[in-house]
C-alpha cells in the first residue's frame, strides 16, 4: 500500500531525525527525502503520529529551512547542519566532532537501549536518564560538546517524541521493543502490534509530557559555549 515500509535507496536524502526518516520510509513524506515544505512535514508528522501542528512543530519546521539556501523546502539530510537543530548527545547519533551525526550507531544507542533494566517499557524517568548519561559520555570523549539550555531544550524535545509516539502521550510509558525499532530500522513497528495514538498529541498533553521529564531531569549546562545561538545558514 502507499504506506508501506520501504527501505531507503542510495540516492534518497535521509537525515539525523529518525522521526522524519520513519515518515519517509513510510511515504509520509516523499520517500526521496526532497522538497519537503512546511505544509508538507506538519501533514506527514499528523497523518502519520497524530501529532497536531503544534507551535512548537511549526517552529522546528521553520528551523529546517534554515538549513539551506533553498527558499522554502529541505530535504533530510540538510537537517544535518550542526548547530540549527542537531546538537550533541543524541540519543542514536554520534556528535559531530566525533565524525558522523547523520547515521544510526548502535554504540551510542546502548545507552537508551539498555535504559530501564527489568521491565518492557522505557518513560519518564528512564528518558530523563539516558538524556543525563549520554551528556555524560559525550563529556569525556568530546572537548567540543556544545552544551547550553538551548540543546537541552531540544533535547527534552526529543525524547517526549519518542516516548508519545511510539508510546501513550499521557502516561509517557512506550514499549522497549518499538522504540528500539523506530531507531534501529526507521520503521513504524505496525507488524509488533503499535498503533498510531488513539489520543492525538496536542499542545496540552505533549507539554504536560515535557513537564515531567523536565521535571525528573539533573541537567547543568557546561563546556565553553555559554549563551544559546543558533546557525542561520548552511
Ligand atoms: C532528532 C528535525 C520532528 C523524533 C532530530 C534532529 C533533527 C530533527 C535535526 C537531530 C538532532 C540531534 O539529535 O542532533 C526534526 C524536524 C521536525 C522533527 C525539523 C519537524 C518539525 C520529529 C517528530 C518526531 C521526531 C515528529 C517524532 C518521533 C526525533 C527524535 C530525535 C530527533 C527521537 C532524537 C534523535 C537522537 O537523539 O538520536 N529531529 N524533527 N522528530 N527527532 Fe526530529
Ligand atoms: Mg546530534
Same mark, same amino acid.
Given at each position: 500500500s502507499a504506506h508501506q515500509w520501504q527501505a531507503p535507496s542510495p540516492t534518497d536524502s535521509r537525515g539525523p531525525c529518525p522521526g522524519l526518516n520513519t515518515l519517509a520510509n513510510h511515504g509520509f513524506l516523499p520517500r526521496n527525502g526532497s522538497n519537503i515544505t512546511i505544509p508538507v512535514v506538519l501533514k506527514a508528522i499528523n497523518d502519520g503520529f497524530?501529532?497536531?501542528?503544534i507551535n512548537l512543530l511549526r517552529i522546528g519546521a521553520k528551523l529546517g529551512l @534554515?538549513?539551506?539556501? +533553498?527558499?522554502d523546502s529541505f530535504t @533530510?539530510?540538510?537537517? +544535518?547542519?550542526?548547530g540549527t537543530l542537531e546538537h550533541d548527545a543524541s540519543l542514536s547519533r554520534n556528535d559531530y566532532a566525533l565524525g558522523d551525526n547523520v547515521h544510526f550507531n548502535e554504540t551510542v544507542f546502548t545507552t537508551l537501549a539498555n535504559s530501564?533494566?527489568?521491565?518492557?517499557y522505557y518513560n519518564i524517568t528512564s528518558a530523563a536518564q539516558v538524556m543525563a548519561q549520554r551528556l555524560a559520555e559525550d563529556k569525556i570523549v568530546n572537548p567540543t560538546l556544545i552544551n547550553t539550555v538551548k540543546e537541552f531544550t531540544v533535547r527534552i524535545v526529543e525524547s517526549g517524541f519518542y516516548l508519545s509516539v511510539m508510546?501513550?502521550?499521557?502516561?509517557g510509558v512506550a514499549p522497549k521493543n518499538f522504540v528500539q525499532i523506530f531507531f534501529r530500522?526507521?520503521?513504524?513497528p505496525l507488524a509488533e502490534g503499535w498503533e498510531r495514538s488513539e489520543v492525538p498529541i496536542g499542545e496540552d498533553n505533549f507539554d504536560t509530557l515535557l513537564s515531567g521529564i523536565t521535571n525528573v531531569s539533573t541537567w547543568a549546562p557546561s563546556g565553553e559555549v555559554v549563551c544559546p545561538w543558533i546557525r542561520l545558514q548552511p
Amino acid at each position: 500500500s502507499a504506506h508501506q515500509w520501504q527501505a531507503p535507496s542510495p540516492t534518497d536524502s535521509r537525515g539525523p531525525c529518525p522521526g522524519l526518516n520513519t515518515l519517509a520510509n513510510h511515504g509520509f513524506l516523499p520517500r526521496n527525502g526532497s522538497n519537503i515544505t512546511i505544509p508538507v512535514v506538519l501533514k506527514a508528522i499528523n497523518d502519520g503520529f497524530n501529532f497536531q501542528p503544534i507551535n512548537l512543530l511549526r517552529i522546528g519546521a521553520k528551523l529546517g529551512l @534554515l538549513t539551506t539556501d +533553498a527558499e522554502d523546502s529541505f530535504t @533530510l539530510n540538510n537537517l +544535518a547542519l550542526h548547530g540549527t537543530l542537531e546538537h550533541d548527545a543524541s540519543l542514536s547519533r554520534n556528535d559531530y566532532a566525533l565524525g558522523d551525526n547523520v547515521h544510526f550507531n548502535e554504540t551510542v544507542f546502548t545507552t537508551l537501549a539498555n535504559s530501564n533494566p527489568g521491565v518492557d517499557y522505557y518513560n519518564i524517568t528512564s528518558a530523563a536518564q539516558v538524556m543525563a548519561q549520554r551528556l555524560a559520555e559525550d563529556k569525556i570523549v568530546n572537548p567540543t560538546l556544545i552544551n547550553t539550555v538551548k540543546e537541552f531544550t531540544v533535547r527534552i524535545v526529543e525524547s517526549g517524541f519518542y516516548l508519545s509516539v511510539m508510546g501513550n502521550v499521557t502516561t509517557g510509558v512506550a514499549p522497549k521493543n518499538f522504540v528500539q525499532i523506530f531507531f534501529r530500522e526507521e520503521r513504524l513497528p505496525l507488524a509488533e502490534g503499535w498503533e498510531r495514538s488513539e489520543v492525538p498529541i496536542g499542545e496540552d498533553n505533549f507539554d504536560t509530557l515535557l513537564s515531567g521529564i523536565t521535571n525528573v531531569s539533573t541537567w547543568a549546562p557546561s563546556g565553553e559555549v555559554v549563551c544559546p545561538w543558533i546557525r542561520l545558514q548552511p
